[in-house]
């Protein structure tokens, strides 16, 4: 019961800022001595529930910029699949998690205020910068369990790539596409899906979850204190994992 109530929390936060939630799953999925072998199962099915509601609303809002978009699909959806069909360690897995969460919590601490940001100075990447950066998260991505978008959406707030209307829609279709297909390089590993039927309450959990924070983004709170709220869930379980891990 207090997991889930847990994961509805996270994907309340997570979705209202157009995230999924995976690593933050992971993080109480260790916590909770679930078997770690098909946490990127969970985390990544949760992404794809919670994230498919915001990619509904932000598309139909007109907020899809396919051109900024693409560059970083053509890098992530290979090396996502590449990274979860990859075999990993328990001791290296909760390693990188932490590092994963640790980082993401910087980087949105640093970068919360530019989810409502007005300004216009906008700057066009590379293409090659966008499919180095899309391969790199997914790679990252694939071998963790997360979407990557917790890293995407402040890279581009960071190298002021689009408005913010756009970074959202990018980062959560981001975390859609490459979550599954970070669900077929894991079920290389002979892990099936049906180990979640176990774990049923945890999907309905980040439903409710993320229908919640779809209207709490679009009706309470400014984005920009809903991502700063976010930012200080991500350093808690990062801290708090850190502390089950390490001492």
Not at 54 to 71: D, T, V
Not at 144 to 168: D, E, M, Q
Not at 193 to 209: F, M, Q, R
């Amino acid at each position: 019961m207090i997991l889930s109530m847990l994961f509805l929390l996270t994907a309340i936060l997570y979705s209202s800022v157009g995230f999924g939630g995976g690593s933050t799953y992971l993080a109480l999925l260790l916590i909770w001595g679930v078997p770690y072998f098909i946490f990127p199962i969970i985390a990544l099915s949760c992404n794809i529930i919670v994230v498919s509601g915001n990619c509904f609303n932000y598309i139909r809002a007109g907020n899809l910029n396919l051109k900024l978009l693409i560059p970083y699909l053509i890098g992530s959806i290979p090396f996502a699949f590449i990274g979860g069909s990859l075999p990993i360690g328990k001791t290296l897995f909760e390693i990188l998690l932490f590092l994963v969460l640790s980082s993401a919590g910087i980087l949105l601490l640093l970068n919360f205020k530019s989810y409502d940001d007005k300004e216009e100075n906008y700057k066009k990447i590379p293409i090659p910068v966008s499919i180095l950066i899309g391969g790199t998260l997914g790679f990252i991505s694939g071998v963790v369990g997360i979407g990557g978008g917790i890293f995407l959406s402040p890279i581009l707030f960071l190298l002021r790539a689009g408005k913010p209307k756009y970074i959202v829609t990018i980062a959560s279709l981001f975390i859609l596409i490459n979550s599954i297909s970070g669900i077929v390089g894991q079920l290389t590993k002979n892990v099936v899906l049906n180990e979640i039927s176990n774990y049923w309450y945890l999907l309905v959990a980040v439903l409710i979850g993320g229908q919640l924070g779809n209207f709490l983004n679009l009706k309470i709170l400014p984005t920009r204190i809903l991502a700063l709220i976010t930012a200080i869930l991500v350093v808690f379980v990062a801290a708090r994992m850190g502390v089950k891990i390490f001492i």
